[in-house]
């Protein structure tokens, strides 16, 4: 992987931390990168997203936990992971270790929960900064999900910016499931995320015409993949347009250079890349190449100027 | 329990783009041999590989792992049957076509001292996957003895490879369509007095009938297993089993890391698609001791 190709400068940044690729994993497609070192240079990507980290170690749910379905996938994992202290003695060592940065996906259920993670993940080696799973159901909100309603998100991310290391950004992940996903992202802007991942899986549901069931163990479940591309860009196009000064990390269904590119053009600064990976083990890096050849082919000197370029009138 | 959990495979995966070498009808199969050199050179029996379907654009975008019944001499043979799109695929592949690899992943088979007799007993295509086991048995002198059973005679599969390698070949057809009438059970409790390790892999209900026997008997057996997958490398959290670890603590583990060959003493058959209370971090879904 080459992390500048074409003369093309690739640099960008997450917040005010400077990251050489503009391109990263995304939560919960990638684990904690180990399984990706056969495929890919981890230290040349953007960052690692990780897999969304709790309190306590969690089994997740039972099989079966995924479906095929067009261009995309359900899944319904339940958060399977080691939890904090598993994180912190195992993976983010072996990261920091091979140079790789580290965006660390936090999740619970309570604010306090957030705001401990955060404060666990302060110095931790590595560590680049802090994505913010709120599309989990709010135990003190009869199970509503954080990120569908505006006052709860806004709690998360001031708890979470208020505990975490003022040198990590802290990016609120946003779920495509609201009625005003503006008014989502600027609640939690308000409430000091420095940036905007967009965005999380659409809820879904897939049934079994022979068992006549529901396939998942879970019932229902997140749907990715480049099916739900044109609905991530849609809620960065919106965001960016209301919101112009605040960094988006776009999702949603990138496969290819081109797919990046359009994110860019909407108004991400950065993009990951998930399901993607599932297809294609070496996807970030290539989706890296052929977006530095995308920019090159249309005269960009670097990604910075074709951030949002989509919303600028044709000359 | 009497199994140690199998190894992590000594080299890591590579992802290539091999062309087919080879097609063949193998019954209801199509068998597959693709050209990749630095797959075949790191295979351990008992591994797989992941293929992706249907080409750069397809909508099929999840990889079909499949094992690799033999490698050598620069070339990987799987079997392959057509069950949805993306094997449906797989099967109309022709020479020259390219496919998109990615291997050998997962654990293989731990091999037995050689003065161990093993028992081999294989599935529908899942015979496929004892091809290469066979063979490195007999090359470091253990006595084999090969079961290979299925529900009818078109959906057997690698017969006359065990039959070339193994001592002792056994073939049973539920339908009596080949070989004697029933499960490959009841040829198995034949044989299982004899036999120092068992290795299996074939359908959920096979592998867990035969590791019961063999566990019966005090006689360690491993069983490939064939949880669908999404990606085959360990990111997708999917495939998992409830596998009990050296630690004596269940985990949901993954088929495709952690796996696909486990203890079959070690897989908790019965709990497959349920959450027990006794598996790590259960506690943190809700999920309490009754």
């Given at each position: ?5 074409a003369?093309i400068d ?38 690692v ?11 997740g749910?039972?099989t ?28 983010l ?12 996906s ?6 306090e929960?957030?705001a401990?993670?955060?404060e ?14 709120i599309?989990?159901p ?44 503006v ?14 991942s967009?965005?999380n ?5 897939v ?15 997140g749907?990715?993949?480049p099916a739900?591309r ?6 960065v ?8 000064e605040?960094?988006?990390l ?38 890296h ?21 989509a ?5 | 329990?009497?199994t140690t ?9 590579v992802?290539r783009?091999?062309?087919v ?27 797989f590989?992941?293929?992706?379907v249907?080409?750069p654009?397809?909508a099929?975008?999840l990889r079909?792992?499949?094992?690799i ?17 993306g ?19 997962g654990?293989?088979?731990?091999i ?7 028992l081999?007993v ?9 091809v290469g086991?066979?063979?490195r ?20 599969c ?14 049973t ?6 070989g ?7 040829a ?39 949880e669908?997958?999404a ?6 959290m999917?495939c998992v ?22 203890g ?17 971090g ?7 001791r009754?």
């Open positions: 992987m080459t992390v500048v190709d003369g690739m640099s960008t940044a997450l917040g005010r931390v400077a990251i050489p690729s503009p391109v990263l994993t995304a939560s919960g497609c990638s684990a904690f990168g180990q399984e990706l070192e056969p495929f890919v240079d981890l230290s040349a990507i953007g960052a997203v990780t897999k969304s980290v709790q309190l306590r170690p969690r089994s749910r039972p079966p936990r995924m479906a095929e379905t067009p261009s995309g996938m359900l899944n319904s994992i339940g958060l399977q992971g080691p939890g904090i202290d598993g994180l912190l003695a195992d993976d060592p072996w990261l920091a270790e091979r140079g790789a940065r580290a965006f660390v936090i999740a619970g259920t309570r604010v929960d957030f401990e993670l955060a666990r993940l302060r110095g931790a080696p590595g560590v680049l900064g802090l994505e913010v799973n599309s989990c709010n135990v003190e909100s009869r199970g509503e999900v954080f990120a569908c309603d505006p006052a709860a998100a806004s709690d998360v991310i001031a708890a979470v910016r208020a505990a975490a290391d003022p040198a990590h950004p802290v990016y609120a992940k946003l779920s495509p499931d609201v009625t005003d996903i008014g989502v992202a600027r609640a939690v802007t308000d409430a000091g995320a420095d940036g905007l967009m965005i899986t659409l809820l879904g549901l049934i079994d015409p022979d068992t006549m069931r529901p396939v998942l163990g879970g019932v229902t479940g749907l990715s993949g739900i044109p609905v991530a860009l849609r809620c196009w919106q965001v960016h347009q209301a919101l112009p605040v960094p988006i776009g999702m949603g269904g990138i496969r290819s250079g081109l797919d990046a590119l359009q994110f860019v053009l909407a108004g991400a600064s950065a993009v990951s890349v998930g399901t993607a990976v599932f297809n294609d083990p070496s996807a970030v890096a290539r989706v190449d052929e977006l530095a050849g995308a920019l090159a082919q249309r005269g960009f000197a670097g990604i910075g100027e074709a951030v949002g370029h919303h600028r009138a044709a000359a | 329990m009497i959990p199998a190894p992590r495979a000594a080299r890591p995966p992802q783009t091999a062309p070498l080879r097609r063949r009808l193998v019954g209801a199969y199509v068998e597959l041999t693709i050209d990749a050199p630095e797959i075949a050179e790191r295979t351990e029996p008992g591994q590989v992941a293929f992706a249907g080409g654009t397809s099929h975008l079909r792992s499949i094992a019944s033999t490698a050598g001499e620069g070339a990987v043979t799987v079997v392959v049957s057509a069950a949805g799109p094997s449906t695929w797989l099967t109309e592949r022709q020479v020259g076509d390219a496919l998109d690899v990615v291997g050998p992943l654990r293989g088979f731990p037995p001292p050689p003065v161990t007799p093993a081999l294989g599935g529908g295509y899942g015979s496929a996957a004892l086991l066979a063979a048995l007999r090359e470091q002198g253990t006595h084999v003895v090969a079961v290979a059973g299925a529900a009818t005679e078109s959906r057997l690698s017969v006359p490879d065990l039959t070339r390698l193994a001592d002792v070949v056994a073939v057809t539920d339908d009596g369509t080949a004697r009438r029933g499960l490959v059970t009841a198995v409790e034949e044989f299982l007095s004899d036999a120092g390790v068992v290795y299996a892999c074939g359908p959920m209900g096979m592998l867990r009938a035969v590791s019961d026997a063999a566990t019966a008997r005090d006689v360690p057996c491993y069983v490939a297993v064939e669908s997958m990606c085959g490398i360990g990111v997708c999917t089993l409830p596998v009990v670890g050296e630690d004596g603590r269940t985990r949901f583990s993954r088929s495709c890391t952690e796996g696909p060959v486990f079959g003493d070690r897989v908790r058959f019965a709990d497959v698609g349920t959450l027990p209370w006794d598996v790590v259960a506690d943190a879904m809700g999920v309490t009754p």
